[in-house]
């Protein structure tokens, strides 16, 4: 503070912050609070790094601050419940919505999306069962009471939809969410515009992709080769990307894609009605969703009727519930018998999975002895997929195979891991030597993890689906118990793609640890990985033939 003086201090800081330096900036901020603690705008400012840095610990320290200086400073509670909501920390952020409702503080949304929460990390099967419940009274209550007040999205009235957090258990979401969307369709008005164009093709089929992930992202890894792979001179191909989209790589492929004539790229509004009207603009005869649900913004695009076939895969694999959605798009190999009744959406089965994936590179090389390593069982998934139940079978595993080691990894954050661990340690088979938790990884360290690993664990309910094509990598073996529903089905679907005989299918849940044990045992183990990866090769990166099967199923719509 010698060098500059205050004025001069919280300029640079400021300076730092609006090029997102979020780092630099909070050092100098928090110089500066130091000297004056109960500055406001100083306040303000470091809260906001913190928030962008996601150390929500911090920011919540800091925005309470502001609280006791200025009970009624604007906007206060609602970013105080946004920290709060990322930590998981719901019943207090309900009990501050409550307050700030109370005292006309906050944005009378918040009545309704504090009753819409739903924890990442649940404690146990009852909580999930609580606040599904309180999902669904909710839901009921918007359904039958007569709004006085039209929710307006473009005014800050956004309510985040509970389709995304209900996924990760074992319920069948299907009437539940079928009975979100009508009760979205009541809050905003807007999402009952079901204007299309209903010309006739002429020369080529127009086609609208839209997702806020067509970037260095999973969803952009997944779906953007065969997204490439579509005929120019049979498609006109709209790439719709949300003003939130990251630059990255994948995404300058996108653009390098526009300069071949392959495709354009359109930016779409922040506001849902210019959003709205740019599409409609475009008289689209298919819009194609690879992930409803990721993004809120087009979820509620998702919810409307703006082109002729409206198309929807596994990027979040879940059933929409909305009659706007006709199908869905997914490999023979992933469904059985019972799997159409849990979908809204008509399944649009295709013989591949419907992307053309990319063969993960890395320049480092595993030894044979890393790759025939026992007793290594890996789940590097996001935390939020570990159910409850699931934690029994960690439990079980480390108790059959003395020598177990089981793996996860850490969210870069904290958050999930904080609680998950809390959740662990309150069953007495918790041992911290054998369940280890990994910082988070750079790429190919994650890849050569997963390498190293005997086995993979899918979790159950909603199981992994990017992170086994990676792992097909070094050919690891990944140990998955299918129910009816897609999202516990994408390993199962590329095992068969890769034509893999008496793959690690568990039928219950006795059967899984035994599976688990045995593989991570076997001696044959690097010979095994071997195998897929072979398979891998041949059968699941890089499917061209997925790409000419994508072009025929959109072009046999119109048959």
């Known amino acids: 503070m010698n060098k500059y003086s205050a004025n001069e201090l919280f300029k640079i800081a400021y300076n730092h912050l609006k090029k997102k330096n979020f780092g630099k900036s909070a050092g100098l901020f928090e110089k500066l609070i130091n000297d004056y603690p109960q500055n406001l705008s100083i306040l303000r400012n470091l809260t906001n790094c913190y928030m962008h840095m996601g150390e929500f610990e ?34 207090e952020a309900a009990l501050i919505i409550n307050q700030g409702l109370k005292n006309k503080l906050i944005n009378e949304k918040w009545e309704i999306q504090k009753n819409f929460f739903f924890p990442k990390i649940p404690l146990n099967k009852n909580e999930i069962k609580k606040y599904r419940q309180k999902i669904e009274e909710e839901i009921e209550k918007i359904l039958n009471i007569n709004f006085q007040t039209e929710l307006d999205y473009d005014k800050d009235q956004i309510i985040v939809p509970p389709h995304v957090d209900l996924s990760y258990s074992d319920h069948d979401n299907l009437e539940l969410n079928k009975k979100n969307v009508l009760a979205f369709k009541k809050l905003f008005k807007i999402l009952n515009d079901e204007t299309f164009s209903k010309k006739k093709i002429q020369e080529k089929i127009k086609i609208g992709v839209i997702s806020e992930f067509f970037t260095d992202h999973t969803i952009g890894k997944l779906y953007k080769d065969i997204i490439f792979s579509l005929d120019k001179n049979k498609f006109e191909v709209l790439i719709f990307h949300s003003q939130k989209t990251n630059p990255g790589e994948i995404f300058n492929e996108f653009k390098k894609k526009e300069e071949e004539g392959i495709l354009k790229n359109k930016l779409l509004p922040i506001k849902l009605l210019e959003k709205i009207n740019v599409i409609k603009n475009f008289e689209l005869d298919i819009i194609f969703y ?25 990027g979040h694999p879940e059933t929409t519930g909305s009659k706007s959605i006709d199908y869905y798009l997914i490999s023979k190999n992933c469904v059985n018998k019972n799997t159409q009744k849990h979908y809204s959406e008509k399944l649009l089965l295709m013989n591949y999975l419907p992307m053309v994936y990319p063969k993960p590179i890395v320049k480092k090389k595993l030894s044979k002895s890393d790759l025939e390593r026992k007793n290594i069982y890996s789940c590097p998934q996001t935390l939020f997929k570990i159910h409850p ?105 590329a095992y068969k793609q890769m034509e893999i005989e008496n793959p690690p299918i568990a039928k219950n849940i006795k059967n899984y640890v035994d599976l688990a044990v045995d593989y991570a045992n076997r001696d044959d183990i690097g010979k095994l990985k071997k195998i897929y990866r072979e398979a891998a090769e041949k059968k699941l990166f890089n499917t061209k033939k997925a790409g000419e099967e994508f072009n025929k199923i959109l072009l046999d719509l119109f048959n």
């Open 58 to 91: 911090k920011a919540e320290t800091s925005i309470k601050k502001v609280i006791s200086i200025k009970p009624d400073e604007p906007f206060v509670y609602q970013t105080l419940v946004s920290i709060l909501k990322d930590q998981d920390k719901l019943e």
């Open 389 to 493: 139940d699931f934690d029994q079978i960690i439990f079980d595993i480390i108790e059959m195979d003395k020598k177990a080691i089981v793996y996860l990894i850490k969210d870069r954050n904290k958050v999930w891991y904080k609680k998950l661990i809390n959740r662990l340690s309150n069953n007495n088979k918790y041992d911290p030597t054998k369940i280890i938790f990994l910082d988070p990884l750079y790429y190919e360290d994650y890849l050569l993890h997963i390498g190293k690993a005997s086995v993979l664990l899918d979790p159950i309910y909603y199981g992994a689906g990017n992170s086994f094509f990676e792992s097909m990598l070094f050919g690891t073996p990944t140990i998955t118990l299918p129910t009816d529903h897609i999202k516990s089905r994408l390993v199962l679907g």
């Open 290 to 314: 690879p992930d409803i649900g990721l993004s809120v913004e087009f979820y509620y695009l998702a919810l409307m009727r703006l082109a002729r076939y409206q198309i929807t895969t596994f």
